[in-house]
């Protein structure tokens, strides 16, 4: 009886201090004053809200934040984690918090970046390949040597461009909070060939060229860089009929929700 007490004893304090699902947990609650960046692509830019700037889940991490906050939005649509770098989104969130940091006054501070990248690395593929016929299925896809060295190729690049953002933020301010989001699924739960080429890409397969999605990247490094992981994958499983867009690609706004609901949870 002793054992087990002892037992559950020290199963309750590495629970408490993985936080919830494991995940690493900030040292304590964000919040203002202060500033919020954004940083990411149309699903930080809020392309699928009914109203951007009220709807988007970046508007509403920044509503949820206890204290006023300043929002940095600097999402772009159709940004790859290359054009993260590349277009001067990163140097321009590196340059701020550097500066907001050196100046006298700590209200205007960066308090909080919310990092979501990869999906255009994706896409593009899906758009080049997957709609002209050329990736059709996934069994098709799998025997092309074109199709898997797309794949091959934009999952090489993306983990070193992800690994160089967060670096570059905690160069810049080593105590930041980062939340690190994955990638949610749109075609989730129409058990059609498109879903499960988006299930291998995002989430890997054993016995094939991928055992390691997109999704399983983010996972690794946000472990290794010691950054907030938010995973958004499990909450549009099989829910993409309720909480994506028109466009059959972006959340709507009840998606939307979802996620902000999920940042908050995790850096509050």
Partial sequence: MRRLFFAAL???SLAAACGRGGESAPPEGVSGPGAYIALGDSLSEGVGASVRGESDFVSLVRDGLPGE????NLGESGDTSADLIGHGHLDTAVNEMKQRRGD???DNDVKLVTLEIGGNDLLNIFFDLVLPGTCPSLKEALDKPACVGALRDA???FRPNLAEAIDRLQEA???LPIALMTLYNPFSGGLTPIDEMAELAL???PDTPFPDGLNDMIRAEGQA???ILVDWYPLFEGKAGQYIYGDLI???DEGYRVMAEAVLDAVL
């Fill in 173 to 175: 301010d080593p105590d």
């Fill in 10 to 12: 020290l199963f309750a």
């Fill in 155 to 157: 999952l090489d690049r």
């Fill in 104 to 106: 006298d006054d700590p």
């Fill in 225 to 227: 860089q010691g950054v």
């Fill in 69 to 72: 906050f300043e929002l940095l």
């Fill in 203 to 205: 989430e890997g397969s």
């Fill in 250 to 252: 972006h959340p709507n």
